[in-house]
């Protein structure tokens, strides 16, 4: 397979673009995760990739994340915010991408944790969707 060539640092950093469909009524705004619990043997706890809120379109492109004009982001595992891509240390992985469609804006702003957006969301998910997809760096 091929690696990608946008990297920061060691992280990959060249974010995927995604569409939302069947959007419930009422919906104002979107919020998502990107995260890999088949990390917890290699590092302890579920690696955070990517978190984002206040997303009011359908879609994202890719490479979005570098710009990021039309949501915020949350810090990922490597303490940045924005994408920071699959790079599996040990084997196969099994990624868990969940978009929740929400009845407002949410209270943060750039640099959320996902404990924020865990709280922020209480209470206003309309729907929500999940997405699981395995990657490997070999």
Not at 71 to 89: C, D, H, I, R, T
Not at 118 to 124: E, F, K, L, N, T
Request: charged content about 20%; aromatic content about 14%.
């Amino acid at each position: 397979g091929q690696k990608g060539t946008q990297f920061k640092g060691s992280m990959p950093s060249y974010s995927f673009g995604f569409e939302v469909k069947d959007i419930p009524q009422g919906t104002i705004s979107f919020a998502f995760i990107l995260d890999d619990p088949d990390s917890v043997p290699v590092c302890g706890f579920t690696w955070t990739h990517w978190l984002g809120a206040n997303l009011c379109q359908e879609s994202v492109a890719e490479n979005e994340s570098i710009r990021a004009m039309t949501f915020v982001q949350g810090k990922n595992s490597w303490n940045e915010n924005l994408y920071g891509g699959m790079a599996p240390p040990d084997k196969p992985h099994k990624y868990h991408f969940r978009v929740f469609a929400l009845d407002c804006l949410l209270n943060v702003k750039n640099g959320f944790t996902l404990n924020d957006l865990r709280q922020a969301v209480a209470g206003h998910i309309l729907d929500s969707a999940d997405l699981w997809g395995m990657y490997s760096n070999k």
